[in-house]
């Protein structure tokens, strides 16, 4: 990220509430007071328990779904009124594609290609040779994964500045998967795009993403760069009277074991008797107790 770099994606304070249909009842808080920034060439994983807010965060961020509270800018614009240059320039791809039904694969991808000016035609056919798709099938018999590869394609093929992919590799055997991985983050150095992702497979997370964004009950309680993680977020065991800095962030406490963020203050606290650096998993677990 360069300094003069502009922000591709920003949530400020963002609240989500969604209704129900009990007039007289309090509706659901989705989204809370989450504030993120998405630089190009930033990659984040976004991780979170089911129903924790991710899909929403990402509707949000297209103007699919309208906040309450706060503000979202979305390459420079609100989201609610995207100009078409601007969505030319985002890629999309929901938990459930998709559409095409009745097309065969190269049909869809014709008319797919016509509403982007700047489609990278090899890019595409690189990615049909890597996804074993045979352009003449039908998008109606396609397995879920195949699927899931063809809307990653159709999400892609014009290098988007902005990504949003909600579990895009779901449904992909683990060579697709990681194939794809490797060539998200690529595709982000080499088109400084920023790319949003979520996932539940915290191994392909911690291999590609740069960043991640850890969503709990609509809260964003953490989010750093991968590299980071290990070195700031620490599990302690402490004694009663420890006290803690005041610039750590507890992020969980159970009895004497307190998960906490450094946020780049190390110190060495008197009453601490262990202290151990986590994975992503373990991270998760500890945070979700
Ligand atoms: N249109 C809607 N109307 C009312 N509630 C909704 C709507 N969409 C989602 N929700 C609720 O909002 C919460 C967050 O849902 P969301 O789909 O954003 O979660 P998620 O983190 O993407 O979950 P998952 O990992 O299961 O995909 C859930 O409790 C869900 O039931």
Known sequence: MEAEDKPVLQFNLVNKIYGTTDKSAAGHKVL???????????????????????????????????????????????????????????????????????????????????????????????????????????????????????????AMAYRPSLLLLDEPVASLDPIARRQFMGDLFDLALDSGSAVLFSSHITSDLERVASHVALIKKGELVLFKEIDALREEVKLLSISDDTQLPSNYKILSQTGQTVLVDTQGNPEVIVGVQNEKSLNLEQLFMELHR
Not at 119 to 147: C, H, N, Y
């Open 32 to 154: 809370s007071d989450l504030s993120m920034t998405l630089y190009p060439g930033m990659v984040v994983g976004l991780l979170g328990q089911n129903g924790a807010g991710k899909s929403t965060l990402m509707r949000c961020a297209l103007g699919i779904v309208d906040i309450d509270s706060g503000n979202i800018n979305t390459l420079g614009e609100s989201p609610e009124s995207l100009s078409i240059e601007a969505k030319q320039r985002i890629g999309y791809v929901p938990q459930q594609p998709f559409g095409y039904e009745g097309f065969t694969i190269d049909k869809a991808l014709e008319l797919h290609r016509s509403f982007y000016s700047n489609w990278d035609i090899a890019l595409e056919q690189d990615w049909l040779k890597r996804f074993d798709l045979d352009v003449t099938q039908a998008v109606q018999k396609l397995s879920v994964g195949q699927r899931q590869s063809l809307a990653l394609i159709m």
